[in-house]
């Protein structure tokens, strides 16, 4: 096996590239990269794996070129630079580094509020131009005063603790943050009307959607207090700049700090240049121990999914440890194969799949498991299909998707029982792992008939009436089908039967149609494994 190939195409720090090297996988070291993304798009296709910080703009274009992109690493929490639908629809795990830069920039916020509360940077601009301006720096106390969080995830909350140890009284709004959770952090949860009507200090910390996009918009800002001081060091377009702009030259904002902005990098914006605005360049995660944190996280984790198959921190596929990698691929192989059986087969519009884990596989991540069984299911339809973008395109195509997980009740210690429900019919298959590694169909419309899935196969239903095995084994012999294993089922003598056959060769159309004049014959289908 040739060794992974990564690429850095942001400013990382050195020890991700050590830890690429000391596992054995290739790495090619261009933090300015991330700012060509002509020269990005003409070499990303030679690339299994891609490490980024917020300059890389990882676009559908850019991945259009990634042809054998496995992996896209985010040194960091924010992945809005990575188009997620795009990377999703090729198959590309997307991970990012949720808690390494955390403390760091919840400090960072901390010293924003400190630099507006005693308009630190133009003092020491005015000092250091030899002003000595003793009387025009009149700051405020932090002690007392209330601060609002919007967003008491992990940075919000470590914001919080440390705005409490400075005696602050905090509020936040966040429409996820439980009574207990606030509790815990000494914080009171507000929603956020009255959190702009109360807070002297209001600090953001929430990710970019689309309900937090302008969350503080003119109308929101037009609710806060006079002389409030706004920090943001979460993403630019949280806060409208321009309204904001307005509302620091007209006094009622003392003050903003602001680390990041709508248009970056930021070389002009509205807020520059105003009183009490302090501006730092996206600083919030630069720190070495951040920096360090993060690098070496999103190289762990890159490596662990490009040679062991564990994914951790997706934020578009389920988490996959390296010792559950292995124990997990044999099921992932018979869940995309008892997917594809019953796609092959399904030839409408499908409106339900309902997936029952039983027994020990229903202790397992079975959302991976789901993921590549809806893979299965739709390849017959949709050529291009790949287990990370599976769910969410059949999703898109109305189709729902129910799992249950249940205890061993029949004799396998694990079944995988795949339902599809279409317009007309409604259609299950069933299978396990034997020894280990085997993926097996065990069960077929409620019908039990054990076979192994080769990569080419006959599925017959017929009546269960004498000389048909001795007519269709004729048969094929007669046009130069091998037979490698022929399996039988049936619900009660006489009644409905299943024949599964693995064969060598491809059965053309005119011998499917022969296979269906034998006598007693319904349904006659050649499936590809
Ligand atoms: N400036 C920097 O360099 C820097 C560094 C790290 C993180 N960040 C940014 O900081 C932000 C917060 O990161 P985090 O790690 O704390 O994320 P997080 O996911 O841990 O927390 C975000 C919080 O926002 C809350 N939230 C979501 N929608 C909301 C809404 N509509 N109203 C109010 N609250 C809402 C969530 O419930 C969650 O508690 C992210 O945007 C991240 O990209 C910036
Ligand atoms: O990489 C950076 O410098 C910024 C990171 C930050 O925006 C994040 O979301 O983690």
């Known amino acids: 096996m040739t060794a992974p190939k990564v690429l850095i195409s942001d400013a990382l720090s050195p020890a991700a590239v050590q830890i690429f090297k000391d596992r054995g996988i290739e790495v090619d ?87 507006l509360a005693r308009e630190i940077p133009a003092a020491d601009a005015s000092t ?25 995830g992990n940075i919000g ?55 937090t996009r302008n969350i503080l918009s003119r109308e929101a800002l037009a609710k806060t207090r006079p002389g409030v001081r706004i920090i943001n060091c979460a993403r630019g377009g949280l806060v409208d700049e321009e309204a904001l702009a307005e509302l620091l030259k007209s006094g009622h904002v ?19 240049g105003l009183p009490n605005v302090v501006c730092t360049p996206h600083l919030g995660a630069s720190t070495t121990e951040a920096q360090e944190n993060v690098a070496l996280q999103v190289a762990e984790q890159m490596s662990d999914y490009l040679l062991r198959g564990a994914i951790s921190n997706a934020v578009n596929f389920p988490s996959i440890t390296a010792e559950e990698a292995p124990r997990l691929k044999p099921y992932i192989s018979l869940a995309e194969k008892l997917g594809s059986f019953a796609g092959q087969l399904t030839e409408t519009d499908i409106k339900t799949i309902r997936i029952v884990y039983e027994g ?52 396998h210690d694990s079944l995988i029982t795949l339902e599809v429900e279409t317009e007309n019919l409604t259609r299950a298959v069933a299978g396990t792992i034997i020894a280990g590694t085997k993926p097996r169909i065990v069960q077929i419309k409620g019908i039990n008939v054990e076979a192994d899935l080769l990569p080419r196969m006959l599925y017959i239903t017929n009546h269960d009436r004498p000389g048909f095995i001795g007519r269709i084994g004729t048969l094929l012999g007669e046009n130069g089908i091998n037979i490698a294993h022929m399996q039988f089922g049936r619900d009660f003598e006489g009644g409905n039967a299943i024949a599964l056959v693995g064969i060598d060769q491809v059965v053309g159309e005119t011998l499917l149609k022969e296979i269906n004049t034998i006598p007693n014959v319904v349904q006659v289908k050649a499936l590809t494994f």
């Open 29 to 115: 070291f261009q933090p300015a990269l991330g700012k060509d993304k002509e020269k990005l798009a003409e070499i990303i296709g030679n690339y299994d794996g891609l490490a980024i910080r917020s300059a890389t703009k990882v676009t559908s274009a850019i991945l259009a070129k990634a042809t054998n992109l496995k992996v896209i690493g985010r040194a960091g929490i924010g992945v809005d630079n990575v188009d997620i639908p795009a990377a999703t629809a090729r198959g590309v795990i997307v991970m990012n580094t949720p808690f390494g830069n955390s403390i760091t920039t919840a400090e960072h916020a901390i010293a924003m509020m400190f630099a």
């Open 128 to 152: 250091q131009a030899g002003k000595w301006e003793k009387n025009r720096f009149m700051g405020v106390e932090i002690t007392g005063k209330v601060l609002g969080i919007i967003g008491c």
């Open 157 to 211: 909350s470590i914001v919080a603790d440390r705005a409490v140890g400075l005696k602050m009284r905090v509020i936040a709004f966040d429409p996820f943050l439980s009574a207990e959770r606030a509790l815990e952090l000494g914080v009171e949860k507000v929603e956020l009307d009255d959190l702009l009507a109360r807070a002297e200090i209001i600090t953001l910390h929430t990710p970019m959607t689309p309900q």
């Open 254 to 272: 003392a003050g903003a700090a602001l680390d990041v902005f709508v248009e970056e990098p930021a070389t002009a914006n509205p807020l520059f």
């Open 360 to 411: 020990d596989v229903a202790h397992m991540k079975i959302k991976a498991l789901t993921s590549a069984a809806v893979a299965g299911l739709l390849r017959p339809a949709l050529a291009d299909i790949n287990i990370v973008a599976a769910p969410s395109v059949a999703r898109e195509r109305g189709i729902v998707i129910e799992e249950t997980t249940r205890e061993k009740t029949g004799d």
